[in-house]
């Protein structure tokens, strides 16, 4: 291993955007397709899945992603998957994640909410307990899906109230998908005191985040790199210091952009736009978040001590109580410090 990569791998770092089905590994998926043999397209054989994992475009994602969320059929299977989540950011030096979670897509499977709710609870302990992650929920929208799956993840989200539920996201495509339908929904969220974090600027061009930030009161972006596209837009994230959650290796294997040497991460932070390093569905881009960070460090000629910054600034960003800001703030500090 390279120094940096080394570095890398033993940083404390905290994660803010990945999905929960879009986090089941290779051999998750293998074992979730074993125990509903046969009727899911989805290979169990890690290689096919690899290549299954292969995008034409954000349009065949989404279908390859949804899926992957069919084989998610009971709430053990939701408990396997949110534990192994766990484990796999732990053996990544995470110590907080917030996860986004589109329950509305499992409940439209047949898996009540309460169960549902009540097995990633139970996975968010156990991790806690066994890999030292601590995890928080992100409930998302499903965008495709439209306003009766806002209804249902608002009501979800308010009704159940999971301990670990912090915050309120829009996932899924943004062609023909509207941000300003799902104020209500958003205004609903947010007066129940969750973070708004909806996905804009992915596919689309600035004025999705434009609506996002007026009609959602997006705190945060998921992904939001159309923003380079924009000079104005760009001044008012940094005036404003709104994050983006940036995942570069989604972006290039979901055909957000051609080329990672095109991503626009380095135009957006020499514009004092707040970003974060997000792996978005590591297993489904061949990623992990430790090759984010190396891929970020690459893109933005970072050395160790930059690198630790992205990892500050994910924490920053968070919506983590203070108390548990400073604590991994001072864990970076003393690991930095270790490796002299
Ligand atoms: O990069 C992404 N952009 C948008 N949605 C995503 C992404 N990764 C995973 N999802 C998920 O796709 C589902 C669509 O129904 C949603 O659950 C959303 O969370």
């Not at 947010?190 to 996002?212: F, K, M, N």
């Not at 952009?257 to 020499?270: G, M, T, W």
């Not at 569905?281 to 690459?298: C, S, V, W």
């Amino acid at each position: 291993m390279t120094d940096l990569t080394s570095f890398i791998a033993g940083l404390p770092k905290a994660e803010l955007h990945v999905h929960h089905v879009g986090s089941a590994s290779p051999r998750i998926v293998a074992e979730l397709a074993a125990r509903h043999e046969g009727s899911s397209p989805v290979p169990a054989d890690p290689e096919l899945l690899a290549k299954y994992f292969e995008f034409r475009d954000f349009a065949h994602f989404i279908e390859i992603y949804l899926s992957v969320v069919d084989l998610v059929r009971d709430d053990e299977d939701v408990r396997l998957l949110t534990y192994e989540i766990g484990r796999e950011l732990g053996r990544q030096n995470v110590r907080y994640a917030e996860l986004t979670v589109t329950p509305y897509s499992s409940v439209r499977r047949g898996i009540a909410a309460t169960a549902f709710c009540e097995a990633i609870e139970d996975a968010r302990s156990s991790a806690a307990r066994d890999f030292g992650v601590d995890l928080r929920w992100c409930f998302d929208i499903p965008g495709e899906a439209g306003l009766p799956a806002a209804e249902e993840t608002l009501r979800i989200s308010l009704e159940e109230r999971p301990d670990g539920l912090i915050s309120f996201g829009l996932g899924g495509p943004e062609i023909g998908v509207p941000r300003p339908q799902f104020k209500p929904y958003f205004d609903a969220a947010r007066a129940a005191g969750l973070h708004s974090v909806p996905h804009a600027g992915e596919t689309t061009g600035p004025e999705t985040i434009w609506d996002a930030l007026r009609d959602l009161g997006a705190e945060r972006i998921g992904h939001g790199i159309t923003a380079a596209q924009d000079e104005r837009l760009m001044a008012h994230l940094a005036e404003h210091q709104i994050p983006l959650e940036v995942c570069p290796t989604s972006n290039l294997r979901t055909r957000a952009v051609a080329d990672l040497d095109e991503h626009p991460i380095a135009r957006l932070i020499a514009a004092g736009v707040p970003v974060s390093v997000n792996s978005d569905d590591p297993p489904m881009f061949g990623t992990t978040l430790e090759q984010e960070y190396a891929t970020a460090a690459r893109l933005l000629n970072l050395d160790a001590t930059g690198v630790a910054d992205l990892a500050r600034a994910a924490v920053r960003h968070s919506f983590r109580s203070a108390d548990g800001k400073a604590t991994l703030l001072a864990e970076i500090d003393a690991y930095t410090k270790a490796q002299g």
